[in-house]
Nanobody, 125 residues
Framework: QVQLVESGGGSVQPGGSLRLSCAAS??????MGWFRQAPGKEREGVAV???????RYTDSVKGRFTISKDNAKNTLFLEMNSLKPEDTAMYYC?????????????????????WGQGTQVTVSS
């Protein structure tokens, strides 16, 4: 089975940057992505990328976050810039066996079969 392990979280001040990594073991195909969940809020899709290279971002992070992957190392990344306090959350890596499309945005947590343990991101002054 696929195993996902996130790293790179931490505490930063507003305007700071972090780079999250998701190391995957086992065969990965379809779509992978980053999700986040803050206390009292539902889990939301942040950025996703399928095996064809199609990406989607939630509106609140467009222009600030970038999703990428290194296929040779089976590693997914999330570069986060200009961080805001509202970005504070537990960030999770996920994988699912599907491709993105016009009617499949890939941002719903229920679409994904495999999940990492999460890494905490805290943005505060």
């Amino acid at each position: 089975q696929v195993q996902l392990v996130e790293s790179g979280g931490g505490s930063v001040q507003p305007g700071g940057s972090l780079r999250l990594s998701c190391a995957a073991s086992g065969a990965i195909s379809g779509c992978m992505g980053w999700f986040r969940q803050a206390p009292g809020k539902e889990r939301e899709g942040v950025a996703v990328m399928d095996s064809d290279g199609t990406t989607r971002y939630t509106d609140s992070v467009k222009g600030r976050f970038t999703i990428s992957k290194d296929n040779a190392k089976n590693t997914l990344f999330l570069e986060m810039n200009s961080l805001k306090p509202e970005d504070t959350a537990m960030y999770y890596c996920a994988a699912g066996s599907f491709l993105l499309g016009p009617w499949n945005r890939g941002l719903a947590p229920g679409q994904y079969n495999y999940w990492g343990q999460g890494t905490q991101v805290t943005v505060s002054s």
